[in-house]
C-alpha cells in the first residue's frame, strides 16, 4: 500500500496513489490535481527518502538549498484533518494534517497546517502556518 494511506480505510497501493507523482512529468506521469495529492504525495517521499521529490515540490521563495532527511525517524502514517480550497480549480490551498512517527523507540507525532500554491498548472509547498 502507499505510505500515506497507512492509516486509512482504503488503502490504493503505491503505483495507484502516490507514485506518479514521484516519477514525474519527465516520464509521461500525471502531477498532483489537488494540494492534498501534493501533501500526501511529499510525506510519501519523506518516508521513501526521496529528497529530490520534496526540492522539486517546493516553492522557490522557500525551499531550502538542500535538504537532510532524518535517518533516525519513521515515518508511520498520515492522517489529513482538513483542507482548505486547494481543489483542481483552485491556486492556493491549506492542508492540516499530523503525521505519526517514531524515533528511537518513541511515538510521535507531527501536526502541521500547510500552505501550498499553484503555479503553471503544479503545485508547490509553500510553508508552514
Ligand atoms: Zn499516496
Do not use: K
Not at 525517524?73 to 492556493?92: F, K, M, P, Q, Y
Not at 503553471?120 to 510553508?127: H, K, M, P, Q, S
Amino acid at each position: 500500500m502507499c505510505p500515506c494511506r497507512v492509516l486509512d480505510t482504503e488503502q490504493p497501493g503505491y503505483s495507484r496513489c502516490c507514485q506518479p507523482f514521484h516519477l514525474g512529468r519527465a516520464s509521461g506521469s500525471p502531477v498532483p490535481d489537488t494540494a492534498e495529492e501534493l501533501m500526501r504525495s511529499r510525506y510519501s517521499a519523506f518516508v521513501l527518502g526521496l529528497s529530490d521529490y520534496l526540492l522539486r515540490t517546493w516553492h522557490e521563495t522557500t525551499r531550502p538549498a538542500d535538504l537532510e532527511l532524518d535517518q533516525q525517524t519513521r515515518w508511520e502514517g498520515l492522517v489529513i484533518d482538513s483542507t482548505r480550497s486547494g481543489g483542481a480549480t483552485a491556486n492556493r490551498g491549506v492542508v492540516e494534517f499530523t503525521a505519526h512517527y517514531s524515533q528511537a523507540g518513541l511515538g510521535g507525532q507531527q501536526h502541521e497546517v500547510s500552505t501550498f500554491v499553484r503555479e503553471n498548472g503544479a503545485w508547490f509547498y509553500l510553508d508552514a502556518l
